[in-house]
């Protein structure tokens, strides 16, 4: 089934510890994302990237990292993760930077303890 | 700063129609989009706006102004599966989605 798929579902992570979430689409699109959707807030924008091999910041990037080698992969990584980085966190694609809604993974949830 | 306020909750019966709105300030505009995120899943998709006036999609409508920064979702013939948050997101002069905090909607049988 085509889709973006987000791994892992969910994870405790001690503070301090590195980690990766990982995120695959395989619609081509070229646009990919990360949100981070705290309660009470609205998704906020962490990384983007508007086509392979180029990447850009967000709303809320310090603390996280991505990289974009190809058009499928989208990995967001937390270096020295910290409590505030509890979250439930979304990969979204769509076709480009500006064309067509987005399509969203089913989420990360990450406590950070 | 760039702005998106919706109503925190709404109630409404079964069978019945709510109107659900949002209201912008952003720095450009490309366009409006809604989604519908039920609790512990994803957003999903449910309309596009980019100019002005109603676009129907069966039971669910958008309605968009933007000389007033206004939209509503109408969702008529109320199911409980409608049951869910919706969230309002506004595509800026950068063609980045700036996101409300959603509108939980409850279904009362």
């Known amino acids: 089934i085509a889709g973006i798929t987000q791994a892992p579902t969910s994870q405790i992570l001690a503070a301090g510890r590195r980690m990766t979430l990982r995120c695959t689409q395989d619609?081509?699109?070229?646009?990919m994302y990360w949100y981070r959707q705290d309660l009470g807030l609205g998704l906020r924008l962490i990384h983007y990237?508007?086509?392979?091999?180029?990447?850009g910041k967000g709303e809320v990037p310090d603390g996280y990292s991505v990289s974009r080698a190809n058009t499928d992969d989208f990995p967001l990584t937390l270096a020295s993760a910290v409590p505030s980085q509890t979250s439930v966190y979304f990969c979204?694609?769509?076709?480009?930077?500006?064309?067509?809604?987005?399509?969203f993974g089913e989420g990360s949830r990450l406590t950070v303890l | 700063g760039q702005n998106i306020d919706q109503p925190t909750e709404m109630t409404a019966t079964e069978g019945a129609i709510v109107q659900i709105n949002c209201t912008y300030q952003?720095?450009?505009?490309?366009?409006l989009f809604w989604y519908q995120q039920h609790a512990g899943e994803a957003p999903t998709f449910l309309s596009y706006?980019?100019l002005d006036g109603l676009e129907e999609k069966g039971r669910f409508s958008s309605f968009l102004s933007r000389s007033k920064g206004y939209s509503y979702l109408l969702l008529k013939e109320l199911q409980m599966k409608d049951s869910a948050s919706y969230l309002c997101?506004?595509?800026?002069?950068?063609?980045?989605?700036?996101w409300g905090a959603g509108t939980k909607l409850i279904i009362k049988p």
């Open positions: 979204a694609s769509r076709r480009g930077g500006d064309t067509g809604e987005l399509f």
């Open positions: 619609m081509r699109h070229n646009a």
């Open positions: 990237s508007n086509t392979a091999g180029t990447t």
């Open positions: 952003t720095s450009g505009f490309n366009g």
């Open positions: 706006n980019v």
């Open positions: 997101a506004v595509e800026d002069s950068n063609y980045q989605l700036i």
